[in-house]
């Protein structure tokens, strides 16, 4: 049984990313980098190699490769390209503002950024793990948090996590407003929430969460209130009641509205700010179909579409099929954690009431899981991000972007290892998907070949 405390997560946290990094370069000085020619990359990238050292090449090549080149350009010289459009400014303008903080110490700007990269990803992922205990912690105990916390650590995306990606952040800023959230602490939520909203396109689902915990807090008191009127139409035609309910519902819709309105202005700011940067200050084509010209101007998903292809069913291809199979593993993650939330007594009655409302503790000895309400709305996050990113993303990308964002897929992981009926091939299974994955994705991606 594995079992960690707090303070010896934290530690492994921040080892595993040197760890992690040295590995990185001892691997990108053993392999000669894949040919990127028709990647549209390169169409800056050369701009970014003149402005490095040599000794910065040979150190931070490696976690500095694919989205991580568009990462560290948009820090350096800001959005010059349409196609950057399609990386949220969370974390390249973070990036700038701490790389400006320590441009003193070093006098190759494309270096001092890798190095503040690479030390503000570490601090993220080990706040992430934090976080992810603090939080698991509260709605399982001590045992599942430690197993959590643990497999995050060690999870399969981890090049991206060391790499100059906004995994690292998000999951930082996720973890944290749930944690707000489980304490009904929305304000603080919020924050955490206009924030993610800038870091990542799947930031804006985070307002869902916000939704569901508010309404199950007040779920209570709105059954209260109706639960003893047998008939609710005469209750409602008396002039005092009826004005007495909508006072009560305002009391409920106003405070909600306020809680939304902060991630709303947000979006809508980004929105703006994107259209005001770019299309009145660059050389836009002239074409009815181009975003700018749309009512909501809209940028991200037009860039998608025009740059990587990506669209509803545009993956479903015959050529594709490795990278479904990449996928595949953390997709039957997801399945099992589904079937793991079905067979808990009293899941029906969590669907049928959206989780809002608290189902009998259906704890059973030996197993990790519990009350189905409490996990519902993780579950249906995580079945969402699934499903859209098999029909509409480059699939291979559903590896770290479920790892970065959904706490359930480390709490399904975690009671396999736990529960006293699972057998030790599957715990073994795990342990050789995370391995693999790890060592993979660090030889394949901090060479510049295609990973997830």
Not at 67 to 91: C, K, N, R
Not at 144 to 173: D, G, K, Q, T
Not at 364 to 391: A, M, Q, R
Not at 435 to 441: F, S, W
């Amino acid at each position: 049984m594995l079992r960690f405390a707090l303070k010896s997560l934290i530690q492994l946290a921040a080892v595993s990313r040197l760890i992690l990094f040295i590995v990185q370069v001892i691997f990108d000085a053993c392999f000669e980098d894949f040919d990127t020619s028709t990647n549209q990359i390169t169409l800056f990238e050369a701009n970014i190699s003149k402005s490095q050292s040599n000794i910065g090449r040979k150190i931070f090549n490696g976690v500095n490769k694919w989205d991580s080149v568009y990462f560290t350009y948009i820090s350096i010289h800001g959005y010059e390209y349409e196609q950057m459009l399609a990386f949220y400014p969370g974390f390249p303008l973070l990036l700038n503002l701490f790389s400006r903080l320590t441009a003193g110490l070093f006098t190759c700007e494309y270096l001092t950024t890798c190095i503040t990269s690479f030390f503000m990803n570490s601090f993220f992922f080990v706040v992430s793990t934090y976080y992810l205990y603090q939080l698991t912690d509260g709605i399982f105990g001590k045992k599942m948090a430690a197993v959590s916390s643990f497999l995050f650590i060690i999870n399969p995306a981890n090049v991206f996590m060391i790499s100059s990606y906004s995994e690292s952040l998000y999951s930082c800023l996720q973890f944290i407003l749930l944690y707000y959230l489980e304490r009904n602490h929305f304000l603080s939520a919020c924050t955490f929430i206009c924030l993610s909203i800038i870091t990542r396109s799947n930031g804006i689902l985070n307002i869902a969460f916000l939704t569901h915990f508010f309404l199950k807090r007040n779920a209570k008191t709105l059954i209260r209130q109706f639960s003893n009127k047998p008939a609710l139409l005469i209750f409602f035609l008396q002039p005092n009641n009826l004005l007495l309910t909508l006072i009560n519902c305002l009391r409920f819709v106003l405070p909600l509205c306020f809680y939304l309105s902060g991630p709303a202005i947000v979006f809508a700011i980004h929105i703006f700010w994107v259209y005001d940067n770019y299309c009145h200050y660059n050389h836009v084509v002239s074409s009815s179909s181009h975003w700018c010209y749309n009512k909501i101007p809209l940028s991200y998903s037009y860039v998608q579409h025009k740059y990587w292809n990506v669209g509803l069913l545009k993956y479903f291809d015959t050529k594709q099929i490795p990278n479904f199979l990449l996928a595949s593993p953390v997709i039957l993650i997801v399945v099992i954690g589904l079937k793991k939330f079905a067979s808990l007594q009293n899941s029906y009655l969590a669907i049928k009431s959206l989780g809002l409302i608290d189902t009998e503790n259906s704890h059973v000895e030996g197993e990790s899981l519990k009350n189905p309400s409490d996990i519902f709305v993780y579950l249906t996050h995580c079945l969402f991000l699934t499903s859209f990113g098999l029909v509409a993303f480059h699939v291979q990308i559903l590896t770290r972007m479920l790892f970065s964002s959904c706490p359930f897929l480390y709490w399904t992981l975690a009671s396999i290892f736990i529960d006293n009926k699972t057998h030790n091939v599957k715990r073994t299974c795990i342990v050789i998907y995370f391995v693999i994955y790890n060592i993979t994705g660090v030889i394949l991606h901090c060479n510049f070949y295609p990973w997830t």
